[in-house]
């Protein structure tokens, strides 16, 4: 009897979200929702607001350590953050940032990634660029390590690129973003951030690819979207807010209520809004 009034009142745990997953939902036209979160008591907001994949990103420099740049996060301090997010999570994927020159050689990538996936408990690692990382991303894959790419403004690359702005606006720019998502999906990727690339050609990379994008200022026609937690509630870093960020916690009224509304939001369509990418 107690078993039986337990099994009604329960609500069903959502299934946990898998690699190959990303890809179901992106032929079955499933927007994926992303963010973002470095403790394991927001992970366990952003879980129950529904997100399909959570990031344990090398923005945690910027947002949780006040550092100007991502540059000089460590391989253990993801692995830190990792393993307390990965206490906080039941359903959503985890994934976690490879810092800074961890991809100059593929060797130096795989002692990275595997620290991230048996220490820290991530199942997906991010990588940022294209050029010298495919042998990289290549070289994990084959190694059973499943790889998130991310193209477009590369905030490792900041010095580079002479600061934060918009990628691929000039036509030779594009062509260069469309061939190394090509690349990047050929070398065995599962997933692809776009960062601050115009949302025309982030839609057409996206229909280009099997494998899901996840735009951030990239247009609504990614197959889902990422924001930082930090800025989708509102909190100021320090850093001038770019553009595509929106504050979801004035909308939900609590975190869990602004994830909720922040993955509605990416499942309707609805985020981001034309105010909220670039031509
Ligand atoms: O480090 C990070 O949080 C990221 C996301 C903005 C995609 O790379």
Aim: glycine share 12%; net charge negative; with cysteine.
């Amino acid at each position: 009897m107690a078993a039986m009034y337990a099994s009604d009142d329960k609500p069903k745990p959502r299934p946990a979200i898998t690699v190959p997953a990303l890809r179901v939902a992106k032929r079955e036209g499933r927007k994926l929702a992303m963010l973002t979160a470095y403790d394991a008591g927001f992970a366990r907001a952003v879980d129950a607001g529904g997100v399909d994949i959570v990031l344990v990103g090398d923005s945690l420099g910027m947002v949780v350590q006040g550092q100007p740049s991502t540059l000089p996060v460590t391989v253990e301090e993801i692995v830190y953050h990792t393993q307390c997010v990965a206490r906080g999570l039941r359903a959503a994927l985890l994934v976690a940032d490879m810092p800074f020159q961890t991809c100059a050689t593929p060797e130096r990538a795989l002692d990275a990634a595997s620290a991230l996936m048996a220490q820290g408990g991530a199942a997906m690692v991010k990588v940022e660029g294209a050029g010298h990382v495919l042998d990289a991303i290549r070289f994990l894959v084959d190694r059973d390590i499943p790889v998130c790419g991310h193209l477009g403004l590369t905030p490792q690359s900041v010095n580079k690129l002479g600061g934060y702005g918009v990628q691929g606006r000039e036509e030779a720019a594009a062509q260069r973003l469309f061939d190394d998502a090509l690349a990047v999906e050929a070398a065995g990727a599962e997933l692809l951030v776009l960062e601050c690339v115009p949302g025309a050609l982030a839609a057409r990379i996206s229909k280009a690819l099997q494998i899901p994008t996840i735009g951030i200022g990239a247009g609504a026609g990614c197959d889902g979207q990422v924001l930082v937690l930090h800025d989708m509630l509102g909190l100021a870093s320090g850093h001038r807010r770019p553009r595509f960020v929106k504050d979801f916690l004035a909308e939900g009224g609590s975190v869990v209520g602004a994830v909720k509304a922040y993955v509605a939001a990416v499942r309707a369509g609805s985020f981001p809004g034309p105010e909220h990418g670039y031509d």
